[in-house]
Nanobody, 124 residues
Framework: QVQLVESGGGLVQAGGSLRLSCAASGRTFSNYPMGWFRQVPGKEREFVAVISWSLGITYYADSVKGRFTISRDNAKNTVYLQMSSLKPDDTAVYYC?????????????????WGKGTLVTVSS
């Protein structure tokens, strides 16, 4: 059974940092572009960041550029999201996903696998 499991969420004060992890199991994800997304209750899920399966090419939403860093360790089948200078507006459930291409992931299209999410709460 293929699974993506996020961890690392929690409560942090504004200006603080958190690192999220997404561990994949059931198959190797080394050939998949991987992405992070977030959703506030009552709002649509939005793209946060994406990383290629090799070469480490990354793209970020404008709202997190310069503050968040996506990375991956293919040997561990794990993707990370380092979040710094957190703001209350970053409060959301964060999901990781594996998709067919970076372009499709940025549009939240052709996504093959989703995790169940981890909650990040940033207090002011």
């Amino acid at each position: 059974q293929v699974q993506l499991v996020e961890s690392g969420g929690g409560l942090v004060q504004a200006g603080g940092s958190l690192r999220l992890s997404c561990a994949a199991s059931g198959r190797t994800f080394s050939n998949y572009p991987m992405g992070w997304f977030r959703q506030v209750p009552g709002k649509e899920r939005e793209f946060v960041a994406v990383i290629s399966w090799s070469l480490g090419i990354t793209y970020y939403a404008d709202s997190v550029k310069g503050r968040f860093t996506i990375s991956r360790d293919n040997a561990k089948n794990t993707v990370y999201l380092q979040m710094s200078s957190l703001k209350p507006d970053d409060t959301a459930v964060y999901y990781c996903a594996a998709g067919q291409s970076m372009t499709a992931l940025r549009r939240m299209q052709d996504i093959d696998y989703w995790g169940k999410g981890t909650l990040v709460t940033v207090s002011s």
